[in-house]
């Protein structure tokens, strides 16, 4: 296993290239990367904004980016997204946007890549996750 700073374009190629070298295919990605600022809009300070954007929506960004062209025989992507993607919530404006950016995308990565080999998907709860993994059969 190796760290990584999945914020980084660099870090998250160099991981992506690991695995393959590792497995020899990439089938199946799940990006659940999270992170959550549970305040008012107008107590979030301006870091915690930036930490929730990078890790929440840059990093399945950039994941994607790297995951799609390296599944060349066809696969699977799941974003964890959240409940909160889908309504919004008083106290977590942040990061209810930043899973509305996450489902948003998600929903037009399939029909906007190009070679549609691979079937990109969201699910709102970590706990539904076994039925986005039949994506890849």
């Not at 990565?109 to 986005?132: D, F, I, M, Q």
Request: hydrophobic share 45%; net charge positive; proline share 4%.
């Amino acid at each position: 296993m190796k760290a990584a700073d999945l914020t980084r374009a660099a870090e998250v190629e160099a991981t992506m290239h690991l695995a393959l070298d590792f497995f020899g295919q990439l089938n199946l990605a799940v990006n659940a990367a999270g992170a959550a600022a549970v305040r008012p809009l107008a107590d979030t300070e301006e870091a915690s904004f930036d930490q929730v954007l990078a890790t929440n929506v840059k990093t399945a960004f950039l994941a994607m980016k790297f995951e799609i062209p390296s599944m060349r025989t066809g696969g699977a992507i799941v974003n964890v997204s959240s409940r909160a993607g889908l309504v919004g919530i008083p106290t977590g404006s942040i990061y209810s946007a930043s899973k509305h950016a996450v489902s948003g995308w998600t929903k037009s990565a399939y029909p906007s890549n190009p070679t549609r080999h691979c079937k990109v998907g969201h699910n709102a709860s970590a706990a539904l996750l076994g039925a986005w993994i039949q994506l890849a059969n």
